[in-house]
């Protein structure tokens, strides 16, 4: 509401809303694509959710675009999953080669043998795993874990123009890992 005050805008004058759909937390998730599609719907806009992963690949690459001509290495973003594990997807330009999963850092690592870029928050949690394993193969994006928001907003502006424009309570996050209530109750012996 500030940065709108600051350029004299309201919200009925946003044409497009953008929001990241995961992977998080999925009470985080929750809220914030509610909070959206609640903005979305008072003002009558499209609303466009962005994958996390998505905006973290295209950051590395932007940030690395300009130290290299060429065209670069894959991009494998992780996130922190917590429990020792990380959400990961990997790319190759712009094309997910690897879909989202949630795993310890050491399989996710066995699968990569290329030059590989790592950007997100799990890389400085486990950046001397990535280095055993990978060795000069891994390179790591800086800041490893960047701002995401003007990246969204890029990603889902592009997105609009090819005419892509769903209605709000079409959004759906990105959820990765089963939820603790499902796992705890499959966990249960049947009586």
Do not use: H, N
């Not at 919200?11 to 999925?26: H, K, N, Q, W």
């Not at 499209?46 to 290495?73: C, E, H, K, M």
């Not at 850092?105 to 699968?111: E, G, I, K, M, S």
Request: proline share 9%; net charge neutral; glycine share 8%.
């Amino acid at each position: 509401m500030a940065l709108l005050a600051d350029t004299r805008l309201g919200l009925r004058d946003i044409e497009l809303y953008a929001v990241a759909t995961g992977p998080g937390s999925f009470t985080g998730l929750r809220i914030g694509i509610a909070t959206m599609q609640g903005l979305a719907f008072a003002a009558e806009k499209p609303l466009i959710g962005v994958s996390g992963f998505d905006a973290l690949a295209r950051t590395a690459r932007v940030g690395r675009a300009s130290a290299t001509a060429q065209r670069g290495p894959a991009v494998a973003t992780w996130v922190d999953a917590w429990r020792g594990e990380v959400f990961a997807a990997r790319y190759e330009g712009d094309v997910e080669v690897e879909p989202p999963s949630v795993e310890k850092p050491d399989a996710v690592l066995a699968r990569i043998a290329a030059p590989t870029l790592f950007v997100g928050d799990a890389v400085p949690i486990y950046g001397d795993v990535i280095l055993r394993a990978c060795g000069d193969r891994a390179l790591f994006a800086e800041p490893p874990a960047p701002p995401l928001a003007g990246t969204i907003a890029q990603l889902a502006t592009e997105q609009a123009r090819t005419g892509y424009r769903p209605a709000p309570d079409d959004i759906r996050p990105l959820y990765i890992r089963r939820p603790d209530a499902e796992r705890a109750r499959d966990a249960r012996p049947v009586r």
